[in-house]
C-alpha cells in the first residue's frame, strides 16, 4: 500500500478496512488516478457492490475533510452499466446532490456505507430506465463535461421562440477579450456599466428552441455528437414552425457559425447550450446538405436576466418597477441596495448631500466615494454589484425639485421617503395627499440609540392614515412622534468636534433591521397588497436609558400589541387626511 500525503486520512482509511466494518473485499488503490485528485480525493479503496444483481466494482475516494465531507464514488469500468443518469464519463456517481447535507463524522464507516447505498439507489433506477428524465433536468452539467469544450457569456433570454442573436466579441487589446452572445448590443450595455462604451464586433448567430416533453439524451461518454446527429436531433425536436423559421433565416451562411439550443427541463427554467461549427459548407449547419470541419460545443456562462434573479431570490415581477428614494443617508441607501437585489428594476436616487467620512462606519457604501455626493456613490456601487440595474442619481434637494417642477410623482411606482427630518416628511405627505394619482409612500426613520425603527405604508392615499396622523403637539409646544419610542422634548444630537459634527446616535444593525422592514413592506406594495399601516421594531433600551433618556409608553408595548396597532394609528381629526 501506498502512502497517503495525508497521514490523518490514511489513518482513517486503514481503521476502515482493519475494522472489517464494509462488507466485502476492500483494499487500498494503488496508484490514486489523476481524475480522482482533481475532485480533491486524497486516497481511495477499492471494492464491490451489486447492482441488480450485477457485480460492480466501484473506487471510493475520500477528501481531505472525510469525514466531515461525503466520500466519492465511481464505478469501475466507467461504461459498465452503460451511458445512464448521474453517472459521468470518468465514473463518477452523482448519487447525492451538493456536499452540505449531514454527515455523522463521528461514525466514518457509517457515511461509507450510506454513500455505498445510495449509490446503489441511484444508478439501479438509472439501470432500469426510470430516471431517463433526469438526463433532461441535468443536461447543462453532462454538456460541461465534454472535451474540449469553449465557454461564452450569454445574456439571451431563453423563450419558445426560434430568434436571431448575436455574437458580440469586445476589444482585442484588454487583457481579457470578452464575448457575449445576447439578443441584442443594448442588452449588452444594460448589463453593466463597464460595457456602455465597449466597441463590439458583432455577428449574427441563432436561438433554437427545442420543444417541451421529449427528452433529450446528452453526448454519451464524453463523446460529442456527429453532425448527423445534430440533424436528427434538430428534425427530432424542434416544432414545425421552428424549422420553417430555421430555413427561411439560413439561406445565408458563414465558415463559422454559432447556435444556441433552448432544452425546456422538466424542473422548470431552460438548459441553454451552445455549439460552434467551423468550415461550414454547402448550407448553415444545421441544415441536413451541410458539412462541416469541426463541432465544438460551447458552455454558456448564463447571465441572462431571468436566470441571475432566480438564482439570487429575486422577482422578475418586479424589473419592470421604477421607485424613487428619497433620502440616501445609511438608511435609504441601504433600501436601495435590497430593493435593487430583489429585482426591482429601476431607481432614482435624491439626496443633495456629500457623504463624509463619518458616515462610512453605517453607510453601505464604503470610504471609497467619500467626497462624492450620496446619490453618485450609491448608484455607483450599485450599477458596480448588480447586473441590469437602472440608476438615477438627483444630487439636488426634493422641494426644490418640487417647487421647479422637475420631479414627477406620476413617474414612479413607490416612493420611499428616508430623509429623516421630520419638516420635510411632512411636507412631501401633503404633497402627495393632495395629487389623485399619486403612487403609494413609504416613510422610514430610526430612534436614537438603536431603541427602535418605523416604517409607514401610505399605500392609498384617498383613505384615512397618513404621516400627519401620528405627529401632534404637546402641551409644551414640542412637535411629537406618536409612534416613537423616545419621550419628545429630547434632545439626543452628540457632536464629537463642536456644533458642525452634530448626529443622532444609531448604529449599522439598527439601520440594517430598519432598511429590511422597509424593504418588505415596499415588495408588499409594489406587488398590490399593501395597506395604510405602520410597522415598528423594538431594540434594547440599555444605553438610551443610562443617558438619562425616557422612552415613551408605546414602548412597553409588546411585539403582538405592535402588530395589532398596525392599521390603527388614523386620527379623525387629521388636517391631511380626515374625511369630508
Known amino acids: 500500500m501506498t502512502s497517503s500525503p495525508n497521514p490523518e486520512l490514511e489513518t482513517i482509511v486503514h481503521k476502515l478496512l482493519e475494522a472489517g466494518s464494509l462488507s466485502g473485499t476492500w483494499v487500498r488503490l494503488i496508484p490514486l488516478p489523476r481524475l480522482y485528485k482533481e475532485r480533491g480525493a486524497e486516497a481511495a479503496i477499492r471494492g464491490e457492490i451489486d447492482i441488480d444483481g450485477q457485480p460492480i466494482m466501484v473506487d471510493v475516494g475520500f477528501k481531505s475533510s472525510f469525514p466531515l465531507s461525503v466520500p466519492l464514488v465511481y464505478i469501475q469500468p466507467a461504461n459498465a452499466l452503460g451511458f445512464i443518469p448521474h453517472l459521468e464519463a470518468d465514473g463518477y456517481a452523482c448519487y447525492v446532490r451538493g456536499d452540505g447535507q449531514f454527515v455523522n463524522y463521528h461514525q466514518p464507516a457509517a457515511v461509507v456505507r450510506d454513500a455505498l447505498q445510495r449509490t446503489r439507489e441511484t444508478l439501479s433506477r438509472g439501470y432500469r430506465g426510470e430516471n431517463t428524465v433526469d438526463f433532461t433536468d441535468g443536461f447543462a452539467e453532462y454538456w460541461s463535461r465534454l472535451p474540449n469544450t469553449g465557454w461564452i457569456q450569454s445574456l439571451v433570454k431563453p423563450s419558445e421562440s426560434f430568434k436571431k442573436i448575436i455574437l458580440a466579441t469586445g476589444s482585442p487589446n484588454k487583457k481579457k477579450q470578452s464575448i457575449y452572445l445576447a439578443d441584442d448590443e443594448q442588452t449588452i450595455r444594460s448589463f453593466s456599466p463597464q460595457l456602455r462604451d465597449e466597441v463590439f464586433n458583432v455577428k449574427k448567430a441563432f436561438y433554437v428552441p427545442l420543444e417541451k416533453g421529449i427528452p433529450l439524451i446528452p453526448p454519451s461518454f464524453g463523446a460529442m455528437w456527429s453532425l448527423q446527429d445534430i440533424h436528427q436531433i434538430i428534425k427530432l425536436h424542434t416544432s414545425e414552425k421552428t424549422k420553417h423559421n430555421l430555413q427561411r433565416a439560413t439561406r445565408k451562411w458563414k ?199 418605523h416604517t409607514l405604508l401610505e399605500q392609498y392615499h384617498d383613505q384615512p392614515g397618513c404621516l400627519q396622523c401620528i405627529y401632534e403637539f404637546t402641551e409644551d409646544g414640542y412637535l411629537a412622534n406618536r409612534a416613537s419610542f423616545a419621550l419628545p422634548g429630547q434632545s439626543f444630537l452628540k457632536d464629537l468636534a463642536g456644533c458642525g459634527s452634530l448626529f443622532t446616535p444609531f448604529g449599522s444593525l439598527d439601520v ?25 421594531w423594538k431594540g434594547d433600551s440599555t444605553i438610551f436609558q443610562e443617558g438619562g433618556f425616557q422612552l415613551t409608553s408605546r414602548y412597553e408595548s409588546t411585539e403582538q400589541e405592535l402588530i395589532n396597532q398596525r392599521t390603527s394609528f388614523h386620527r379623525t381629526d387629521c388636517p391631511i387626511c380626515h374625511l369630508n
Not at 440594517?512 to 415598528?536: D, P, Y
Request: charged share 20%; aromatic share 8%.
Open 255 to 453: 465558415s463559422v457559425e454559432t447556435v444556441i439550443l433552448g432544452l425546456p427541463r422538466p424542473g422548470g427554467d431552460w438548459a441553454l447550450f451552445g455549439i460552434t461549427f467551423s468550415g461550414v459548407q454547402y448550407a448553415y449547419p444545421l441544415c441536413e446538405a451541410s458539412l462541416v470541419h469541426k463541432i465544438q460545443p460551447i458552455i454558456l456562462d448564463r447571465l441572462d436576466r431571468g436566470y441571475l434573479m432566480a438564482r439570487g431570490g429575486s422577482s422578475l415581477n418586479l424589473q419592470t418597477k421604477h421607485v424613487a428614494i428619497i433620502g440616501c443617508g445609511s438608511v435609504g441607501a441601504s433600501v436601495a441596495v435590497e430593493l435593487a437585489r430583489s429585482g426591482v428594476g429601476r431607481l432614482t436616487l435624491v439626496d443633495k448631500d456629500v457623504l463624509s467620512a463619518e458616515n462610512v462606519f453605517r453607510h453601505p457604501v464604503g470610504q471609497y466615494a467619500v467626497g462624492l455626493s450620496k446619490v453618485d456613490a450609491v448608484k455607483s456601487d450599485l450599477e458596480l454589484r448588480i447586473p441590469y440595474i437602472r440608476v438615477t442619481a438627483i444630487a439636488e434637494r426634493i422641494e426644490t425639485l418640487i417647487r421647479t417642477k422637475k420631479f414627477a410623482w406620476s413617474d414612479f411606482d413607490l416612493i420611499v421617503i428616508a430623509t429623516g427630518e421630520p419638516t420635510i416628511n411632512l411636507y412631501l405627505n401633503e404633497s402627495l395627499r393632495r395629487r389623485k394619482s399619486s403612487p403609494p409612500a413609504l416613510y422610514t426613520w430610526l430612534d436614537p440609540y438603536g431603541i427602535g425603527g
Open 512 to 536: 440594517l433591521r430598519t432598511a429590511e422592514q422597509t424593504v418588505r413592506m415596499a415588495l408588499n406594495s409594489l406587488a398590490g397588497k399593501g395597506s395604510n399601516q405602520i410597522c415598528s
